[in-house]
């Protein structure tokens, strides 16, 4: 089992910026590559990046490439997510998950989840 706890959301206006935060615990951390993904009230939740389990690779969706950058410190067992140039429609609960498989936007590929840190921009 694999133990995720996000934190870092907040109410940030248009154009600001935030830093989450996901703590593992549990299985190593290494062992697992990690996403974030996103749901908005009403609507289905979706990939917003994952990174490899070195590191070495990150992937984006196209919705926040440029402004997100996700980054791991295995040493510290934390997995995290810049948020830059955020826009009203970035308004969401955000998850961490971890996986066995890189790369994939898939939310069923993700074994374990976090409980979400709601990120809210105003206009």
């Known amino acids: 089992q694999v133990q995720l706890v996000e934190s870092g959301g907040g109410l940030v206006q248009a154009g600001g910026s935030l830093r989450l935060s996901c703590v593992a615990s549990g299985r190593p951390f290494s062992n697992y590559a990690m996403g974030w993904f996103r749901q908005a009230p009403g609507k289905e939740r979706e990939f917003v990046a994952a990174i490899s389990w070195s590191g070495g690779a990150t992937y984006y969706a196209d919705s926040v490439k440029g402004r997100f950058t996700i980054s791991r410190d295995n040493a510290k067992n934390t997995v995290y997510l810049q948020l830059n140039s955020l826009k009203p429609e970035d308004t969401a609960v955000y998850y961490c998950?971890?996986?066995?498989?890189?790369?994939?936007?898939?939310?069923?590929?993700?074994?374990?989840w976090g409980q979400g840190t709601q990120v809210t921009v105003s206009s």
């Open positions: 998950a971890a996986s066995r498989y890189s790369g994939t936007y898939r939310a069923r590929d993700y074994d374990y």
